[in-house]
């Protein structure tokens, strides 16, 4: 037999599902995999079926059926504060998954680097590596998770094609400031980077923090490919439908890459989320007041359990400190977690360039009833 490739053969599974089929064996009350345990609104569940019924069944334009890139240009105009074109502008994408790769496809060569904050997403590693790109790592601090300006112009400084933001952050729940924004941005400008925005988190910010969109810095907009999806925003998350936004110039090479990678999304799903994106501007509103609650609700049970943890400023995760409970192996203790606790939580190393051991990451995009579950067998954690 021939040797399969090397590139991917170093892929790990992912440990977010891997926790989640353990969870499922043991019982686990599943506060891994970041998906909302409700329904999303009965009306787009209805406008779902309403292009069935329409006879959406065919590809849809490539780049996004004209009708969601209207809806979405519209959205993104209030949001980015400046007219978003979506004849040229857009490409509509599987997820904000396939909506990275896309936009890491469309700058990056084998042999770039990519600059991207430590704790990370999982997948940008697995973008860059798919991409031939080498991922550049600047480490956010904790408590705060703030990152060092001077790590961060030297990463710069070694000569990064692209960096990829992600903002509000999973998993550390930071939402940058302007000035944070601001320092990455006048380093993309004197280095000329590109950088690409993971924002699925747009709408989950808890006040007194505000989301600001990296396009619309001053400047900032020729070099900003901006990657969001509807998973979160309208619990959707197996619909499958993203975006990317950029520049014209861009956005054309952007929507060759998508041809070539998934030729387009679920056509009747695109025609339905046009009836998320007429939601009044009260339906995010009562999002990110809904999802406030669950971190509330959450952090309150960790305070009671004596648990050191995160409050996120936006996302949906905790950072839990699990040190003070001995935890030196964070695999294996979010496995006993799982078995013994009944909670099911991500090991924090995961999400780590660097060696780190001390976390495990939950999520609260769950019902009251299940967060109130797993909160109380939280309790079990405490000490004495
Ligand atoms: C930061 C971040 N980006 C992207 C995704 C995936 O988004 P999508 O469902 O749109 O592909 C997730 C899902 O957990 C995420 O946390």
Redesign the pocket.
Known sequence: MPRTSLRTATFTESV?REMTRYAQEHGAINLA???PDGDPPAALVQAAKDAMDAHRHQYAITWGAPELRAALAAKLTRDFGRTVEGDRELVVT???????MVAMMTVCDPGDRVGLFSPF?E?YNADAILTGATPVHVPLRGPGWRFDPAELRAAFARGLKAFVL?NP???CGRVFTPEELGQIAALAEEFDTFVIT?E??EHIVFPPHRHTYFTSLPGMAARTLS??????TFAI?GW???HVHAAPELIAQARKVHDFLTVGAAAPLQHAVVTALNFPAAYYTRLAADYAAGRDLLCGYLDRAGLAHTRPEG?Y?VMVDVSPLGCTDDVAFAKWMAREIGVAPVPGSSFFAQPEHRFVRLNFAKSPATLHAAGERLQKLKRG
Do not use: H, W
């Not at 599987?94 to 990275?100: F, L, N, S």
């Not at 990657?227 to 979160?232: E, F």
């Open positions: 977010i995999q970041g998906f599987c997820g904000a998954t396939e909506a990275m997403y997948n992600c952050s999973n998993p993971d699925v988190y990657c969001s999806s509807l998973s979160k998350t499958r439908i993203g996302a995760f």
